[in-house]
């Protein structure tokens, strides 16, 4: 029987033989773990980066952003307009005649004539050209109609009667997996209403252009088009900047949340800032001059109503009429003339009122008939100061990303669908003359097709889970995505809200799910060369293990030896893969770490050099299961030849040598 000690000694013996096959066998071997190592040190070590920046600038949570699932039907957006029923048209043919009478009645009150023409009706014919059997143009319904409108919010009405998808429902629902905190964003009415005061002047030609030729524009051109956001002030907190001089000044300005973007583009020239740059680092250093520069910087915009607009281009159009026929004896200017704005958002003067007294009544009796009818537009106008208290940098959801640093600030960066927002507790710390809501936060049917929805407690809510699994088991579970909302039949359309953190954990099931794949592979290919390695060693042994079993040996014996020799290979493979893995994974993070931080740091808002982004972690379990593997397959490759081996006459074997 032989020793431990003289196993340990053969088998160790056994390694300087064939040195050149051992070498081959520990490099190519090794180098198909190290690769796996590689994979699994750098994927552990972005996994935990990206970890550590999402906890950091999200607090944690996985925010859900959920819409009710309304019919598109009950806002006019199926076919039925293009193509309504026989039914349907006598109807609204029915809903246009009692329009015309109540609005008949209101001109009889003030005694003046009716006409009905005036009136934009609710069917019209068919602007495609489309025919009947008679050969008669079809009907379809004018959307622009006050009777369709009318008959809309009908349909709201009746819908809300029965729906099932209220906050309430929502909470019910989202309870159920765990939903800690629920919130609310809300569109401001101001859209489109208010000019921005470029350089603190106004043009009231009306011809500034948003220019928008993608959704990034969309994005990044809010203040041109006076467009949005209220919100939650936790949802957006990693962007507020900190207190400074110029906002603990500043009491009565709207606080706003703007891109960097946008920033750039406005107030660029003005703040000595240029475009975005593309190198990671240059990013970094550009947002922090941006976020100093910018932190706390007012702008304006003047509000001015439809109805004011509309007598500002009368005005304008009558002072080129009068200066045109000055010299004409026939000509009459207007008895009631205007003088425009001499200052931004000024007011408008009234120059000179020649009217009689019957026309100055003709004015008031046609003003309150508007009023009556719901159609007046009062002349007004107001100046609206904002402050810049926040930043982030966009990233342009459905965007293509084009190289891998753009690849990685899309996965980690900042996914909204909106480009500028008003945090709703900094706001309602405004006094109230300064909040405007009545323009800001216009709380009527006419300005919101929501309203009637708000007003039932069906609106779009961010709802906060405390774990990734909780928040995809309720987007998967109990919602639709909002691209397949006309066929699902699900109450609520739901989709993740602030960070890709789905996407992000895809990639990494991904890759997760295909490491066994190619574990497999490295094992079968690792296996054959092992096998070929033993199968020689344990061949040009055969005289030696002859000698062994003449002396005594056992079988056993003899088996123990190429057994703790195949771990003792197994040994050197793993010493390989784990230095070779390392060095890969250090060569990784010296080429890609620091701009990956700065990536990172730009696109989470998160400037903190003492959180940098590693590639580099150790997953021991992971590593520990590969190292396992490596000792099995290589006591597997071991037995097929050893058996054949031990099971040889001893005798046979002396003589043939």
């Known amino acids: 029987m032989i020793g431990v000690l003289d196993t340990l000694t053969l088998a160790r013996t056994k390694l300087r033989s064939k040195r050149v096959l051992l070498i081959i066998t520990v490099v190519v071997s090794g180098m198909l773990f190290g690769v796996l190592a590689a994979a699994i040190v750098v994927s552990s070590g972005v996994t935990t980066s990206v970890n550590q920046f999402f906890t950091r600038a999200l607090d944690g949570k996985y925010l859900v952003e959920v819409q009710p699932n309304i019919p598109g039907a009950v806002f006019g957006y199926d076919d039925t307009a293009y193509n309504p029923s026989k039914e349907l048209i006598q109807k609204l043919t029915k809903r246009q005649d009692d329009y015309n009478a109540r609005q008949k009645a209101i001109y009889d009150k003030y005694k003046l004539p009716f006409d009905k023409s005036t009136i934009t009706p609710v069917l019209q014919p068919n602007s495609y050209g489309q025919k009947d059997s008679t050969g008669a143009l079809t009907q379809e319904i004018n959307r622009n109609s006050p009777v369709y409108k009318e008959y809309l919010d009908d349909l709201k009405r009746d819908y809300i009667k029965t729906a099932v998808n209220t906050v309430t429902d929502l909470k019910k629902l989202a309870g159920r997996y765990g939903a800690t905190s629920y919130s609310h964003n809300q569109s401001g009415t101001l859209a489109m209403q208010a000019t921005y005061l470029k350089d603190g002047k106004e043009d009231l030609t009306q011809k500034e252009s948003s220019n928008q030729t993608s959704y990034e524009d969309y994005l990044t051109t809010n203040i041109l088009q006076s467009s949005y956001t209220f919100t939650d002030q936790s949802l957006m907190q990693r962007f507020i900047l900190p207190q400074n001089d110029r906002r603990t000044q500043t009491t009565d300005a709207i606080p706003v949340i703007l891109t960097t973007q946008e920033i750039a583009k406005v107030f660029g020239k003005q703040l000595g800032i240029g475009a975005q740059p593309t190198d990671p680092a240059e990013q970094v250093a550009w947002v922090k001059n941006l976020q100093q520069k910018a932190n706390g910087l007012t702008y304006q915009a003047c509000y001015r109503s439809p ?216 094992m079968g290919i690792a296996t054959i060369i092992i096998w070929i390695t033993m199968a020689r060693v344990i061949i040009d042994s055969r005289r030696e293990t002859a000698v062994f079993r003449a002396l005594g040996a056992k079988r056993r014996d003899i088996a123990s030896i190429y057994l703790l020799y195949s771990v003792l290979v197994a040994l050197l493979i793993v010493i390989f893969m784990l230095t070779l893995g390392l060095v890969a994974a250090v060569i990784v993070e010296s080429l890609f770490s620091a701009n990956a931080t700065n990536l990172a740091m730009v696109a989470y808002g998160v400037f903190d050099k003492e959180q940098p982004f590693h590639f580099i972690g150790i997953n021991l379990s992971a590593l520990g299961i590969l190292a396992l593997c490596i000792i099995g397959i290589s006591l597997i490759a071991v037995l097929p030849p050893l058996m054949r081996n031990v099971r040889r006459n001893p005798i046979r074997d002396m003589r043939d040598e």
């Open 307 to 522: 109805g004011e607009k509309a007598l500002i281009q009368r005005t304008m159009q009558t002072n080129v009429e009068m200066a045109t026929k000055a010299k004409d004896p026939t000509y009459t200017a207007p008895s009631l003339q205007y003088t425009l704005p001499t200052s931004p958002c000024g007011e408008l003067t009234v120059k000179k009122d020649t009217r009689s007294a019957s026309e100055k009544k003709t004015a008031q009796t046609e003003e309150q008939l508007q009023k009556d009818l719901g159609t007046y537009q009062p002349v007004e106008h107001r100046l609206l100061t904002f402050q810049i208290v926040g930043t982030f940098t966009l990233t342009v959801p459905f965007a293509q990303p084009q190289n891998a640093s753009a690849y990685i600030s899309y996965l980690l960066g900042p996914q909204y669908s909106q480009g500028a927002f008003i945090p709703q507790q900094l706001y309602d710390k405004l006094p109230a003359a300064a909040q405007h809501k009545d323009l800001l936060l216009i709380d009527d049917a006419a300005h919101n097709d929501y309203y009637l929805f708000e007003q039932a407690d069906i609106r779009q809510t961010i709802v906060s889970f405390p774990t990734l699994s909780a928040a995809r088991d309720f987007i998967k579970k109990e919602g639709c995505d909002t691209f397949n909302a006309s066929e699902c039949k699900k109450p609520f359309l739901t989709s993740t809200y602030g960070a890709a953190y789905l996407a992000i954990d895809d990639i990494s099931s991904f890759l997760a799910g295909i490491t066994p794949i190619v574990l497999l592979i490295a």
